[in-house]
């Protein structure tokens, strides 16, 4: 092709249309682009110059002859070629076909030959016109793409706009059973019917629609009964698609999520139930909770029964994973026990304190059910396996544990028994802990309770004493009050709290107490001095016990008896500081500049002694820490609620007032005991 002509040159009268033509003909000489004509009546065949150079042909010895261009064919695309030709020709129609063509030296190159056959006014085709491009350097990078794909460990395959496979290399047969004469040229949706629907049918068509690419997984039903990562975008010719066979690595995942649940499940089985016997929320909301927690973890639905104190069972905590199903398995709770034969797996688990496996639930126990409810409410849960142990713990049998699987799942493995056993020793172990627990607690605070008497009745004084024990168990023992009058008939008050919460702080309590008591029995000794020789005892005994205490005695002479007023003598040993609620309304702690030491650690410290002078009517508190001071409540935070609730309060009758102020601060349950003692002053009559 001449590029040097001006429109002038071209012969074309109109300088805009030899422009056009320039500019088309710079376009296909930059493609790459020759054309030819081929003239059917005088057989000639015209080439440009590019044709020329992609047949190695130059135009001196070009002949200008159809048989030129065969004979430049490749032997094995000849046939095929020229056939597409005759076909255009025979139609009037199109020519389009892709071949190999061999040039002297031996060089072989691809050629995209495309064209139309153009028909005289009979119908007979006289003409074909077309253009053809050299396809070499495509062929061979579709080769080289052909090899990577091939080398891939990961399947792939191309669709067209129609949705048929165009490609699909080595990996993509094996995945996906096929081989490549199946699979080429078959649409995907017929090929594979359980794609239809499916994540695959979203995503592809979802690409194809949008332009994106899409990235997800998805399981294929069998015959493949597979789990495929796949990556699919779309490009001008259709869809392609890269995808990985996950399913043993879901598998994997899926193991170590089970076995991730398993253990989680372990570690909070005897912490949950633990955690609600500590609150005090009985063994029945405990079992409950631990049905919870265990599905669906190891079944579908389970069943926790009891041993009563009587030795009798009962079924106390059940859960079903399907929330419309949890009544059902409620009924079936209540209705079991008194229903099943004697060699059900509950009860044979419960006697040989083995765990029982059950292949066929219904036949194990479905079929000895009688007919009605129970029947009913069992074939309406339908269970298929189970698995049955005892909940045993220190050579006892408290309980069983009855977990289920319906149909769809299969049986427990061993990991899951493996587990659930390692749930029913640490459920069994929390509830005899519990069991133990409140055995202790209530004989230490039996025996508190037997040391603490009732205080006195003075003429001139009315005395209340409290004592509230901890809802932990085993948080009993060192908290102790007394009240009593010298042969005087001097009134003392006494407020303790020995280190400690066991029965040994409860009897290091009622030592202390009773040596109190032959101290400060005496007439004429004072608050301090009862400190000092207590103290002094302590030691000399080898008691080996530490504790705070308070010791104030109400004091009136005639003179004062006349005038309405009284004195509070009072000493403190490491105490939280009694308190006085004055006539006027005033709230006053009785706290020393420098606190003395707690009982047990100097017999010869110095112990002080303070008097203070009120009004009668005026009345006196005294309380243990366990009111006052908590894991949730620092000790002066607590001190000042007392002040603020005895000032509030303290119109009441003392009575009312001493629940009242226990109330106010302490409305939770309670971490400590708490010992308190009142005196109220009569006013004079």
Known sequence: MNLDRTPAETGDPDPEAAAARLRFDLAIDAAGIGSFEWDLVTHRLEWDDRMLEIFGYDRASWPGTIDAFVERLHPD???????????????????DAEFRVVL?????????????????????????LGAGYDTTEHRHADARVSRVLESMNAAFFALD???????????????????????????????????????????????????????????????????YEVRAWPGPDGLSVYFLDVTERRAAEERARASAARLTLIAEAGAVTGETLGSGAGEDVALQRLAEAIVPVLGDWVIVTLAGEDGRMRDVGSWHVDPTLRGAVARYAELRLAAIPPDAPVLRALASGRTMRVADVGAAVGRTLPPGPVSDVFWTLDPRTAVT????????????????????????????????????????????????????????????????????????AEIVVRYRPAVEVAQVGGDWYDAFVQPSGTTMLVIGDVVGHDTEAAAAMGQLRGLLRGIAYRDGVGPAQVLSDLDAAVQGLGMR?????????????????????????????????????????RVEALAAERPDLMLGVDPTTRRTESVLTVRRGTTLLLYTDGLVEGRDLPLDEGIGRLRAALADLGDQPLEQLCDAVIERVRPERLQDDIALVAIRLHPQG
């Not at 006349?562 to 009072?570: I, M, P, Q």
């Open 161 to 227: 706009r129609d949705w048929r496979f165009t490609y699909v290399n080595g990996e993509a047969e094996r995945v996906l059973q096929r081989s490549r004469g199946d699979l080429l040229g078959g649409d995907i949706w017929e090929l594979f019917p359980a794609a239809v629907g499916s994540d695959f049918e979203v995503h592809y068509r979802g690409a194809a629609a949008t332009g994106r690419e899409r990235v997800f997984e998805a399981y294929y039903p069998a015959p493949l009964d597979a789990w």
């Open 389 to 460: 142990m005892p909940l045993a713990a220190r050579g006892r049998t408290l309980g069983a544990l009855s977990i289920y699987r319906s149909a769809g799942r299969p049986a427990a493995d061993e990991d899951d028994v493996a587990t659930a056993q390692e749930v029913a020793v640490r459920v069994a172990l929390a509830l005899d802990n519990a069991r133990l627990y409140e055995q202790q607690r209530r004989l230490a605070e039996g025996l508190q309770r037997s040391l603490l008497s009732a205080p006195p009745t003075p003429d001139s």
């Open 545 to 585: 016990t530490m504790a705070t205490a308070a010791v104030a005695r109400v004091e009136q002479s005639p003179e004062q008896r006349d005038t309405g007023l009284t004195t509070l003598r009072w000493s403190n040993a490491g105490h939280p500081p009694p308190l006085v609620l004055h006539t006027d309304g």
């Open 104 to 128: 002297p030296g031996g060089e072989t190159r691809w050629v995209q030959g495309r064209g139309r056959a153009l028909a005289d006014e009979s119908g007979t085709s006289v003409r074909l």
């Open 77 to 95: 695309d000849a046939p095929r070629t020229l056939e597409a030709l005759q076909h255009a020709i025979d139609t009037h129609g199109e020519y």
